[in-house]
């Protein structure tokens, strides 16, 4: 039976976040917290391998206490169990902070029942830095297993995973001992329609909640602000570049000198253009 | 931590299929930069089989010193094993700052060191400079969705370390025979203390040209309104000669394949010409293509911001412009090509 | 596995929270059903909450409810094409406890308000579309959703799933609409500086002014609109009966563009961004066209009952009320251990009996009265306006000469005598 835990985050929507034009800010409040997508996809490949494997799935956040609802959020995906950190400790994590407390918490975790696989999204959406993961996976000292696009084998009485990892140009396939560490692509899983019955499961759901002081042996000074060795120093809009010209006339025209435009390039095309006349 | 000791920019050099990657060499442009500033050494760190005569590319590209680790262990790229090679040399060696290319293999990489080091590791930066004083590294890097620029620094931890995007910086024009230091070592991992063991690497072979390489990207968005739209970009391309690019909303909605997408989410590309066709121009997709040689736009909607962005504009109906264009374009070239004769 | 409740409510806008809401109070295991996002996501209302129904509810609400302003100011705007007569009232006692009502963001205050329900013990469970009513021996028993595993089932089932209640009509309850019987209202967002709205209406800090606007608001076609006051946004829109934007060919939206641009609305707007746009109908069919609202094992609450007072734009009030009744009705009917028509038809007879009926039978004419005369949008307005203009414009003659000059514009002595008519007919359907 396997044990999955699941690293998830709830994040604003960015894709309808909106900007103070003046102060460059983000106001959070015109984004809708959501699960991170990419998260969505590590929690059903971890409900997919329970279903083939056999075996239980939790999910982990840190966040403020409204990511409850992002794991509300997995257990409608399929997850069993949800675990939060949440303390003003954690607040102004960077990765690095972000990975230690994390880590905490799986050790934690482990304790109520030992964990074989441990499962994250590419990347959060907000964050955009990929970097937990392999984080946590150095910290527990397991092989991290990046860009992962197909789990095709899990052996669990010869510890050991097959996965697919996503290269530039196509993908390797490669064998780790199991305990390990995924971050898994978008690609990876389609998330389906979740069942009345986790809809149900998920409306009652009542996840585990742990403070800093409730996990054991935590250094103080690596959590949050005060253990990120990285700072924002300035934020500001990106620049967006000047338009140029624009072609006008009726469609005829237009592509006319649309065509004068490539004619100036006409090196670019001798070979290719050629043979498709 | 006395970061006096810490001195040196370095770049880690990827290495596939026995060649250095494009992205190691941009790295050095920027690093030399960097180095300058702070007068200091600019050293490659090479990792791989069969790498060592690969240094002199290096050197050319503008590499004082370049670290080697040159043994079978490290035939395939395995974290584990580049990891102890690069933290070993790290803390022989104690560089100021440590570049990586924002690949697969860059962004495991780093990540991992970084927490091992530990240090603070940038993600996916776009813009480097450096203080010539204080040697703090200034990475700046898009982020919540690219709806900001920010610019993040390391204070406290030596080295300073970011990955940057492939195709954001310059590679210096390679200056022949220009030699450097070479510095041999041996990592002290052993293959029973590797985890993990790459099984296969499959390569797509698709004869299609893959847009991080194409001259001419005929690029498609949500405006093409269905898959069958979306052919019309497909027939542009291949009247032109060029790859299929696509928003990150057509590859969503599944009209055509993830390594098809262009932005911050997908590919950088820059390709000598650039066609952005019923896509909106949202600042994700512009991040990845705006440095293409020319743009080209055909949107609709007059106020759709990618004409801001482009070179050259078409407010359109895409479905009435590019078949005219395209039989145009057969046309003229069929007498070009009789001219030439 | 399919889970049986005591109550399935269908439809998390103001009916159906406040129905669960009561039930679950009650002890009653209610489940409900939004195909939302999240209650509100899909939810449009111009914005003005009535104090006295949620505090039924929900005593001090607006002690912790996500409200936008308490409202001081009422204007009415009679436009014509390039003058308006505005009249109103403001008061600072509404200002304070327990004020008077208040406007609110839909989107904010429904998840609010569901919030609320499931801290009684409402399960809540979003993003599912209920398909159908399951219906066994001519008594619903359940819903049908659109999820796999989907059916649910309950002793009784409440719809309050809004002006278009599928559920209803698919149960025969109600027939399709007439276009004349349904407003096709569409409204924007609009961001604005805080400070920017207090001055530009006039405001203290926090507070808020509603603005009705008749006439020219919407062409002349039957009709309103309106503009209220947010925290940092303004609510702006139109709705209009079907038949007659049928009619007189025109979209919605072109409708809402049309007022945005009137040269009395667009200094009040100015500037600002729009953030959101939406579209809704509302049943403004009145008592006439009100379906049955309680069957076997079924009742039919708020919009998706008809409830809706056109004239004043009320709604959610009439809603929240309807859904406490219906709630009230199922605990008789749990007390009874019957869920039959007859049972549940109590429901109809306390809905009647309250405002809300009365309120219903009081205006049951007025849309059709004002649709069948037009005379009142595209002709007295624009007469109040001339004979505004006429009354304050300062040009050397006597007032008494300027209301014997407006008396004659009136007309013929035949209009004389229609207008006299017709304004009483005004005041007998709304007295
Ligand atoms: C974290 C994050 C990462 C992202 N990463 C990426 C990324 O890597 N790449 C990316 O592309 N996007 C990315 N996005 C998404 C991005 O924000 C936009 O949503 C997306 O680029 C829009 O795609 P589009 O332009 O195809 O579609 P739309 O925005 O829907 O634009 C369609 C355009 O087509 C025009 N049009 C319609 N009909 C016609 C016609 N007949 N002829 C001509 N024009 C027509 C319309 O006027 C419109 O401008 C990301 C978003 C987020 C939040
Ligand atoms: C432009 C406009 C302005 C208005 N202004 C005011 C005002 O100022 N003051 C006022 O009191 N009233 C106003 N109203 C009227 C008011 O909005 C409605 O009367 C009120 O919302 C009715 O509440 P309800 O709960 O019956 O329906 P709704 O609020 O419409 O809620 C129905 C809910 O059911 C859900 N649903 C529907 N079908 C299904 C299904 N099959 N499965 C699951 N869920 C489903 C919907 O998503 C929705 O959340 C206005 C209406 C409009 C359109
Ligand atoms: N606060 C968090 N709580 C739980 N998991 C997280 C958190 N932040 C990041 N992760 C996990 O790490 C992955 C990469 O995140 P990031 O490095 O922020 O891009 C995410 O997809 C999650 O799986």
Redesign the pocket.
Same mark, same amino acid.
């Not at chain 2, 997408?261 to 997908?266: A, E, F, I, L």
């Not at chain 2, 066709?277 to 949202?282: E, F, K, L, N």
């Given at each position: 039976m396997l044990h999955i835990v699941a690293c998830i985050k709830q994040v604003p929507d960015?894709?309808i976040i909106k900007m103070n034009p003046k102060t460059n800010t983000m106001d959070r409040a015109s984004a809708p917290a959501i699960l991170n997508p990419y998260d969505a996809h590590a929690v059903e490949e971890a409900v997919r391998l329970k279903k083939r494997y056999g075996g239980t799935v939790s999910v982990l956040t840190m966040g403020p206490p409204p990511a409850v609802k992002a794991i509300r959020k997995c257990i409608e995906i399929g997850a069993d169990e949800g675990y939060m950190i949440s303390d003003r400790a954690f607040a102004g994590a960077d990765t690095l902070a972000t990975s230690y407390a994390l880590t905490k918490a799986i050790e934690k975790i482990s304790k109520i029942k030992p964990v074989d696989l441990i499962i994250c999204g590419k990347m959060t959406?907000d964050g @955009?830095t990929g970097q937990v993961g392999p984080g946590i996976a150095r910290r527990l000292d397991m092989p991290p297993l990046t860009s992962v696009n197909k789990v095709e084998e899990i052996n669990q009485q010869e510890g050991y995973a097959v996965v697919h990892r996503k290269l530039e140009d196509g993908y390797e396939v490669i064998q780790s001992t199991m305990p390990c560490l995924m971050s898994v692509e978008k690609e990876i899983n389609d998330v389906p329609y979740s069942s009345m019955t986790n809809m149900l499961k998920a409306a009652r759901y009542q996840p585990i909640i742990w403070a800093v002081a409730d996990l054991e042996g935590i250094d103080r000074v690596q959590l949050g602000l005060k253990g990120s060795p990285t700072i924002v120093s300035k934020v500001w809009a990106p620049t967006k570049p000047s338009g140029g010209t624009m072609l006008e006339g009726d469609p005829g025209e237009q592509a006319e000198k649309l065509l004068n435009v490539l004619l100036e390039k006409k090196e670019l095309f001798t070979v290719k253009g050629g043979d498709n006349s | 931590m006395n970061f006096e000791d810490y001195q040196g920019i370095w770049v880690f050099i990827e290495v596939k299929d026995g060649e250095i990657v494009p992205v190691s060499l941009e790295l050095l442009g920027a690093g030399k930069q960097l180095a300058d500033k702070r007068d200091s050494e600019l050293a490659g760190v090479l990792i791989g089989e069969n790498v060592k005569h690969l240094a002199n590319t290096l050197y050319e590209y503008g590499a004082d010193t370049v670290y080697v680790y040159d043994d079978p262990i490290f035939k395939d790229y395995r974290t584990e094993s580049y990891m102890k090679a690069l933290l070993e040399c790290c803390q022989k060696y104690k560089p100021e700052v440590i570049l990586y290319g924002a690949t697969s293999t860059g962004k495991d990489l780093a990540s991992a060191v970084a927490t091992d080091l530990p240090t603070g590791l940038t993600a996916d930066s776009t813009i480097l400079d450096i203080e010539e004083d204080t040697g703090l590294l200034l990475a700046s890097r898009p982020a919540f /969705?690219?709806n900001i620029m920010a610019t993040i620094l390391c204070k406290k931890y030596r080295p300073q370390m970011a990955t940057v995007r492939p195709k954001v910086m310059k590679a210096l024009t390679p200056e022949p025979g220009r030699t450097g230091r070479l510095v041999e070592e041996t990592a002290s991992i052993k293959e029973e203390d590797i985890r993990t063991k790459v099984l296969k690497i499959v390569q797509h072979t698709t004869k299609k040209i893959r847009i991080d390489e194409a001259d001419i990207i005929v690029a498609g968005?949500? /405006?093409l !309104?269905n898959q069958k739209g979306f052919q019309l970009v497909h027939q542009l391309a291949e009247t032109l000669g060029g790859a299929v690019g696509a928003?990150? @909303? &057509?590859v969503e909605a599944g009209w055509v394949g993830h390594h098809h +997408? &262009?932005? +911050?989410? !997908?590919v950088t590309v820059t390709p000598k010409i650039y066609f952005a066709?019923?896509?909106?121009? #949202?600042i +994700?997709?512009i991040v /990845?293509m705006q440095n293409s040689g020319l743009i080209i736009a055909?949107?609709? @909607?007059p106020n #759709?911001p990618?004409f801001q962005s482009s070179h050259y504009g078409i407010v359109g @109906? #895409?479905?009435e412009i590019v078949p005219l264009l395209i039989e145009q374009f057969k046309q003229a070239f069929n007498r070009e090509v009789v001219d030439h004769v | 596995m399919s889970e049986k409740f005591d109550c399935i409510v269908v439809g998390a806008g103001p009916a159906g929270i406040s129905c669960a809401y009561e039930l679950a109070k009650a002890g009653v295991k209610v489940l409900l059903l939004e195909r939302g996002e999240y209650p509100g996501s899909k939810n449009v209302m111009g914005g003005v909450l009535y104090r006295k129904m949620m505090e039924d509810v929900i005593p001090e609400f607006w002690k912790e409810a996500p409200l936008e302003r308490p409202v001081v100011e009422q204007r009415f705007m009679m436009l014509d094409k390039e003058s308006a007569v505005t009249f109103g009232y403001k008061g600072m006692e509404w200002g304070q406890e327990p004020y008077n009502n208040f406007t609110v963001l839909r989107a904010k205050f429904d998840q609010w308000f569901a919030g609320k329900a499931v801290e009684q013990g409402a399960l809540l469970v979003n993003e599912t579309v209920v398909l159908e009513c399951i219906v066994e021996n001519g008594k619903v028993v359940g819903v049908r959703t659109d999820r796999p595993d989907g059916d649910l089932y309950a002793d009784v089932v409440v719809l309050a799933d809004g002006v278009n209640s599928l559920l209803a009509k698919s149960l025969g309850f109600h027939k399709e609409f007439r276009p004349d019987e349904v407003a096709l209202a569409t409204m924007e967002i609009i961001k604005l500086d805080k400070k920017t709205i207090e001055d530009r209406f006039n405001l203290e800090e926090n507070q808020g002014t509603t603005i009705e606007l008749f006439g020219d608001a919407t062409k002349g076609i039957l009709g309103t609109g309106f503009l209220y006051t947010n925290k940092d946004t303004l609510s702006i829109g139109v709705g209009s009966l079907l038949s007659g934007l049928i009619k007189h060919k025109i979209k919605p939206y072109e409708l809402l563009e049309y007022v945005k641009n009137h040269p009395m609305i667009r200094p009040f707007i100015a500037g600002g961004e729009p953030v959101e746009y939406l579209a809704h109908m509302i049943p403004e069919g009145g008592y006439h066209s009100m379906p049955k609202v309680a069957g076997n094992g079924v009742l039919v609450v708020g919009d998706a009952a008809q409830l809706v007072n056109a004239i004043h734009r009320e709604g959610s009030n009439l809603a929240m009320t309807s859904g406490q009744l219906a709630a009230e009705t199922v605990l008789l009917a749990k007390e009874r251990e019957d869920y039959s028509e007859h049972t549940l038809n109590h429901y109809r007879s306390r809905l009647m009996s309250s405002f809300v009926g009365q309120d219903m039978k009081k205006y049951k004419d007025s849309t059709h009265h004002f649709d069948k005369f037009p005379q009142y949008f595209d002709k007295y307005i624009p007469m109040m306006n001339k004979a505004a203009s006429q009354m304050f414009t300062v040009d050397g003659s006597s007032k008494w000469e300027k209301q014997k000059k407006i008396w004659k514009d009136v007309g013929t002595a035949g209009e004389k005598l229609k207008l006299a008519r017709d304004a009483y007919r005004a005041w007998k359907v709304m007295k």
């Open positions: 960015t894709k959406i @955009d | /969705g690219g968005g949500k /405006g !309104g928003s990150r @909303d &057509v +997408q &262009v932005g +911050q989410t !997908g066709i019923g896509i909106s121009g #949202a +994700q997709h /990845g055909i949107n609709n @909607d #759709a990618i @109906d #895409a479905f | -």
